[in-house]
């Protein structure tokens, strides 16, 4: 083959590589976008049956210098969950574990803590893939192919070609 085709030929595959890459990362988000959903949802749930809103429960100090009135019955501060409020934490709560089919009967305090430590670890995963979707966009259009017209670099090697005699 012609040098001038093998690099065609060597910058095509690269790119489609590249753009099957970004096809991949952006799969990838959506699917991770349809789990923080279930994981907010579900947090929401809880909240709900806590009767609690991010909001509305009262800080650490808050309760501290409400509860001040005799310290020797019980503890100078009450630790204050901002989900469970003054829901029974222990209470027994049915979850179904990420990417299982397996419910299983644990506190309240821990469905819920397993589910903001998930969420978290979602939006930071979906925060590095939108940042890889990027650089491959910003890759691939640097390359001139997600333009309306042809690469400057396709054409020339285009006119490479047509110049050679077969």
Same mark, same amino acid.
């Given at each position: ?9 060597? =910058?095509?595959?690269?790119?489609? %590589? ?37 909001? =509305? ?35 027994? %709560?049915?979850?179904? +574990?990420?990417?299982?089919?397996? +419910?299983?009967?644990?506190? +309240? ?21 939108? =940042? ?5 966009? +910003? ?28």
């Amino acid at each position: 083959m012609d040098e001038n085709m093998k690099q065609l030929q060597q =910058s095509l595959i690269e790119l489609e %590589t590249e753009a099957e890459h970004l096809l991949l990362a952006r799969h990838q988000l959506v699917e991770n976008d349809k789990v923080r959903n279930g994981n907010r949802e579900a947090l929401t749930a809880l909240r709900k049956r806590a009767r609690t809103t991010k909001t =509305s429960v009262p800080c650490p100090f808050e309760s501290m210098m409400n509860n001040i009135g005799n310290p020797a019955s019980r503890p100078l501060v009450k630790e204050v969950c901002v989900t469970c409020g003054n829901h029974g934490s222990n209470e027994q %709560t049915w979850m179904m +574990f990420p990417g299982t089919d397996v +419910f299983a009967k644990i506190p +309240f305090h821990a469905a819920h803590t397993i589910l903001e430590t998930d969420q978290a670890r979602l939006d930071h995963e979906a925060q590095k893939l939108q =940042s890889y979707v990027k650089e491959k966009s +910003f890759f691939i259009s640097e390359k001139g192919v997600l333009a309306d017209k042809i690469s400057p670099g396709v054409l020339r090697s285009l006119v490479a070609l047509k110049d050679k005699p077969w």
